[in-house]
């Protein structure tokens, strides 16, 4: 009776885990999430669970310049109204 072995039975690919890097293997302090710059210096994290707003914890940055959604990405016409 040597069924078992050889055959397909190792479950070593966690399909859980499909989203893992390397700083997850290194168990550091990182965030899967995209970090949002806005002009005024404020940012926010795209994943709610984020814990810090640190820039060296993600991997992507981007400015909220290049989202449409932001207001803050359109540029104020402050000097209009200067008289
Ligand atoms: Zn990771
Ligand atoms: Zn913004
Ligand atoms: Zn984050």
Redesign the pocket.
Known sequence: MNEGLGSAGISAVRDGAAF??R??AADID?C?GTLIEHRDALAECTDPQCVSLAGDRHRLVTACAELDDCGCAQPEIEYLTAS
């Open positions: 893992s890097c700083d997850c990182h899967h």
